[in-house]
């Protein structure tokens, strides 16, 4: 089992669990270079909304979209079309990704911004 595979295993495992709450949940997804995050509905049918380094209005706030402070950018990002959708809980999915570094900041800077999970 590679890398890939074990992480893509674990979050199979995550989301089964997430799919029994019914909730809204954050996933979120990071590369190299970019972190990417989505919120999607219960039944997993539609984007509510999404943030990502790609995007320009986070772009511009930031001189790196592969660090820590871009992670906190696109949280905070996320977080306000959030509560502008009318979301305000949701559960965490880190898609198999430990939560430290990149995924741990975005995370955090979620919370700051009114998300609860």
């Known amino acids: ?11 199979k495992k995550t989301r089964a669990k997430i799919i029994e709450l019914k909730m809204p ?3 979120v997804h990071r590369t190299s270079q970019h972190v990417y995050a989505q919120l999607i509905s ?6 509510i909304a999404a943030s990502s380094t790609v995007q ?3 772009k511009k706030e930031i001189s790196n979209t592969g660090n820590k402070a871009a992670a906190a950018a696109v949280g905070k ?4 079309k959030a509560k502008a959708a009318g979301v305000t809980a949701v559960a965490f999915d880190r ?5 430290h570094g990149r995924i741990q900041q975005l995370a955090d800077s979620a919370r700051e911004n009114g998300l609860e999970f």
């Open 77 to 80: 990002s996320i977080a306000e």
């Open 95 to 99: 898609s198999g990704f430990k939560y």
């Open 1 to 11: 089992m590679n890398k890939k595979t074990a992480r893509l295993r674990r979050a």
């Open 25 to 27: 949940r954050l996933c």
């Open 42 to 47: 219960a039944d997993g049918a539609e984007v």
């Open 56 to 58: 320009a209005d986070v």
